[in-house]
């Protein structure tokens, strides 16, 4: 039971992830912006 529910903790905190991700990635003003930001989340990992 509680391997299950670790694993939905897991999965919706992924997708929150993903979701702060896109949207700072969309939040971009203009294509080196989103490159740049790109970049620096590539370096981060």
């Keep these: ?3 299950y529910l670790f694993s939905l903790l897991k999965k919706a905190l992924e997708r929150a992830e993903h979701s702060r991700r ?5 939040s971009a ?3 080196s912006e989103l490159e740049r930001r790109m970049r620096s989340m590539e370096a981060d990992r």
């Design 1 to 3: 039971m509680f391997i």
């Design 22 to 26: 896109d949207a700072y990635l969309a």
């Design 29 to 31: 003003v203009d294509m």
